[in-house]
C-alpha cells in the first residue's frame, strides 16, 4: 500500500529532524531566542513563564514551567540517550573490548580532570563542593551537529568515537546527579519505581509491545523517582537500559531501535530546546560576563570545559594507547583525537541541568553564563580544527599532496 502524501511528509519530516545538524541548529535558536528574550524589555514576562507553577501538589507535581522542562522533557532526551547507550553496549561499538575501551577510557579522563580543574581553582568558595560537577559532561547533540557541519571528510570511526565517548560522560553525568543531587530519599517511591521498573523488564522479555502499558508504566516510574528524591530524568535512562536492542527472528526493528526512530525527532526538536529555552535566559551584561571571568566559581567552570575536557580526553586517550590497553579508531589521527577531544568541551544541556541543581540565584545565572560562554568556544574552537582535519583527509583520499 503507498503512503499517503501527508503521511511521507510526515516521515520526510522527521528524518530531517533526526539528522545531528538539525538538532544542533534548533538548539543554537532555542538559546539565542532565551538570551535574547531574558535581557529584552520584557525580560520579567520571561521570568514570570520560567517560574509559574503549574500541577497537583499531590505526590511533589506542583513544578514551575522550567522546572517541568527540567525534570520531564529532559527525562525524554535521556530515554533517548539510555535506548542508544543500550545499543551500543549490546550490538554497537561498545559491545566489543577493542573499540569499546579507548572512548570509555577517554570519557572518564574527560569528566575526572574537568572535575580537579575545577576544585583547584573554585577551592573555598561558596557553593564548590558542588559546582565541580558543572563541567563533567558533554552535550551529545551539540558536540554531533558541530561534528556533522565541520568534519564531512573524517572517518565514520571519529563519529562513533565521539559518539561513544558523550554517551557514556552522559551515564557518568547521571551517575553523578544520582548520587550527588539526590535529597530527602523516600523509600516507598524508590520501591514503586523499583517493582513498575521490574514490570518494564518482564514485559520487554515477554515480547510484550501495546504502548498502552508501557506509557502509563513510563509515567508510574517518572513519577515515583520524581518523588523519592531521585532526579527524574535517571528514570529515563533507566528505561532506556531496561529496552530490548536485539530484534527477534522476522522482526524489522529492535524495541529500542524502533523507540529512538519515533522519539528522536521529539527530544531534538522539542525536549532539549523547551529545556534550553528555560534554562539559557541568563543576564549578558557587561558586569555579568566581567564577573565570569574574575569569580572564581564560574571561571573554575569555564576552565574545566574547555582546558579540562581537553587535558582529560586526549591524555586519557594518549595513555590508553601508550600503554597498549586500547587502539585508536581505525583511520583516525591524534590531531583528530585532539580536535574531538576539544569539542568534548561543550557541555550545554547537562552542564546547565548540573547548574540549576548545584547553585541557587546569582551563583546559578553564573555558572549557566560560564557554560555558555566555554561551549561556544569549544565549538568555534573545534569547528576550525575539524575543518583543517576534514580538508586533510579529503586531499589523502584524493592522493593529493
Known amino acids: 500500500m503507498i503512503a499517503s502524501r501527508p503521511a511521507r511528509v510526515a516521515a520526510e519530516f522527521a528524518r530531517y529532524l533526526r539528522t545531528e545538524t538539525t538538532g544542533g541548529i534548533i538548539l543554537l535558536v532555542a538559546t539565542a531566542v532565551a538570551l535574547i528574550w531574558a535581557n529584552s524589555p520584557i525580560g520579567d514576562v520571561y521570568r514570570a513563564v520560567r517560574d509559574f507553577h503549574v500541577g497537583p501538589e499531590l505526590l511533589h507535581l506542583n ?10 522533557l529532559l527525562a525524554l532526551f535521556f530515554f533517548v540517550a539510555g535506548l542508544e547507550l543500550k545499543r551500543e553496549l549490546v550490538v554497537g561499538e561498545l559491545s566489543r573490548f577493542k573499540q569499546a575501551v579507548l572512548p570509555v577510557i577517554a570519557a572518564v579522563g574527560g569528566m575526572i580532570v574537568p572535575a580537579v580543574f575545577a576544585l583547584a581553582i573554585a577551592w573555598g568558595s561558596p557553593g564548590a563542593d558542588r559546582a565541580w560537577a ?15 557541519l565541520t ?14 565517548l558523550a554517551v557514556v560522560d552522559d551515564l557518568g553525568a547521571i ?6 543531587f539526590t535529597t530527602g530519599f523516600n523509600l516507598v517511591a ?26 502509563p508504566l513510563a509515567l508510574i516510574v517518572w513519577v515515583a523517582v520524581h518523588s523519592a528524591g531521585i532526579h527524574a530524568t535517571v528514570a529515563g535512562v533507566a528505561l532506556g537500559l531496561l529496552t530490548r536492542v536485539r530484534p527477534d527472528k522476522g522482526e524489522a526493528e529492535s524495541p529500542a531501535l524502533r523507540l529512538e526512530h519515533r522519539l528522536q525527532p521529539w527530544s531534538a526538536a522539542v525536549a532539549v530546546p523547551l529545556f534550553a529555552l528555560f534554562a539559557a535566559g541568563i543576564s549578558v551584561s557587561g558586569h555579568a560576563l566581567g564577573e565570569v571571568f574574575t569569580t572564581a566559581l564560574p571561571l573554575a ?6 582546558g579540562g575536557k581537553f587535558v582529560g580526553i586526549l591524555g586519557a586517550s594518549l595513555l590508553a594507547v601508550r ?21 568534548g568541551g561543550v557541555g550545554f544541556t547537562v552542564s546547565l541541568l548540573i547548574a ?19 561551549s561556544a568556544i569549544a565549538s568555534l574552537a573545534s569547528a576550525a580544527l575539524l575543518l583543517r582535519r576534514s580538508r586533510a583527509h579529503a586531499r589523502a583520499d584524493t592522493g593529493e599532496d
Open 323 to 343: 600503554l597498549r590497553i586500547a587502539e585508536k579508531p581505525r583511520g583516525t589521527g591524534w590531531r583528530d583525537i585532539a580536535a574531538l577531544a576539544l569539542l
Open 151 to 164: 568534519a564531512s571528510n573524517l572517518p565514520s570511526s571519529a563519529r562513533v568515537f565521539l559518539l561513544s
Open 190 to 215: 524508590a520501591g514503586v519505581a523499583v517493582v513498575a521498573l521490574a514490570l518494564y523488564a518482564f514485559l520487554q522479555h515477554k515480547r510484550v509491545r501495546t504502548a498502552w502499558l508501557y506509557v
Open 175 to 180: 551517575l553523578v546527579i544520582a548520587i550527588v
Open 301 to 306: 567552570v569555564l576552565v574545566g570545559l574547555i
Open 63 to 72: 513544578l514551575s514551567i522550567g522546572d517541568w522542562a527540567k525534570d520531564g
Open 134 to 148: 558543572i563541567p563533567v559532561a558533554t552535550d551529545i547533540a551539540f558536540a554531533l551537529g558541530v561534528l556533522a
Open 356 to 374: 540549576d541543581l548545584a547553585l541557587e540565584g546569582e551563583t546559578a545565572e553564573l555558572a549557566k553564563a560560564a557554560v555558555l560562554i566555554a
